[in-house]
């Protein structure tokens, strides 16, 4: 099951209880910044989307869309799943259909774009020798904590690259990454 923090998991409890699955209003307690984050994540993790607000039947609008029109929050299946409600679509699923496993949906795989420093740092991981924390803030530019940062945040944990380190004699430690 998909973790929430509270904030989300009130937003689609909400949510569930309308038969429209509007997600609004939010809690009193988030507003501004605050609010336009929390959704944001929903929304890119699938557990909301935007869909056009009917001014006509009073429809709560989250945003306005600059022609005149507004824009609202429903829950999506993917929502409602996160909190343990099973969609009312399921029961009209085609047949052997709600007899199939419910996966969550595979996270998007990240790559690198080329020519960046990070795409440099990969290469530079890659070869052959690997590369120390001083080649690499020659070629990038950053500094010590910068490459650190970046081999532990973006390669490990947001690529889920390997990155291992071993003891070079006269080169210091060198990291590297796997052939691709």
Known sequence: MTKLSETQTIILSRAAQNEDRIALPLP?????????????????KGFLEEVDADMRRGEPVWRETGDG?????VATDAGLAAIGIESADANTAPAGAADAPTEEPAPKARTPREGTKQATLIAM???????????????????????R?????????????????????????VYKLPAA
Not at 28 to 44: D, H, I, N
Not at 69 to 73: A, D, N, S
């Open 69 to 73: 029109h507004g824009v609202t929050l």
């Open 28 to 44: 009193e307690s988030l507003r501004g910044g605050a609010a336009a984050k929390v959704v944001g994540a929903m929304l890119a």
């Open 125 to 147: 991981l890659r070869a052959p020798d690997g590369a120390t924390i001083e080649e690499i803030m020659a070629a990038t530019n950053w500094q010590s904590h910068t490459v």
């Open 149 to 173: 940062g970046a081999m532990s945040g973006a390669l490990k944990k947001k690529l889920s690259l390997d990155v291992t380190s071993e003891k070079v004699e006269d080169r210091g430690r």
